[in-house]
């Protein structure tokens, strides 16, 4: 059984960073295509970042592009969302997905694309 499991979230203040890490159990990340999520309050899920196991190409949404970056240690079978200039406005909860099939960029966004979920990691930004 896969798991995936979400961590690094928290109250920050605006302008600072974080990383958000997803470690797995289960499957050796490596072999997946990786999307990562959010759900700000009162909103629907959104598609941030992803990595296409298709091209092995990071890709973002034109919302976070330039503040966020996506990178994996293979080690530790465990990806990572780093988040700069942290804005009110990235506040929600972040979830990492795998997708056990070939994840081309066109199907990053798409939730049903993914195999696995995590529980997901709080992120709050607030002064």
């Known amino acids: 059984q896969v798991q995936l499991v979400e961590s690094g979230g928290g109250l920050v203040e605006p302008g600072t960073s974080l990383r958000l890490s997803c470690s797995a159990s289960g499957a050796t990340l490596a072999y997946f295509g990786i999307g990562w999520f959010r759900q700000a309050p009162g909103k629907e899920r959104e598609w941030v970042s992803c990595f296409s196991s298709r091209d092995g190409g990071v890709y973002y949404a034109d919302s976070v592009q330039g503040r966020f970056t996506f990178s994996r240690d293979n080690a530790k079978n465990t990806v990572y969302l780093r988040i700069n200039s942290l804005k009110s406005e990235d506040t929600g909860v972040y979830y990492c997905?795998?997708?056990?099939?070939?994840?081309?960029?066109?199907?990053?966004?798409?939730?049903?694309?993914?195999?696995?979920w995590g529980q997901g990691t709080q992120v709050t930004v607030s002064s």
């Open positions: 997905a795998a997708d056990k099939g070939p994840l081309d960029y066109s199907d990053c966004p798409q939730e049903d694309e993914y195999d696995f």
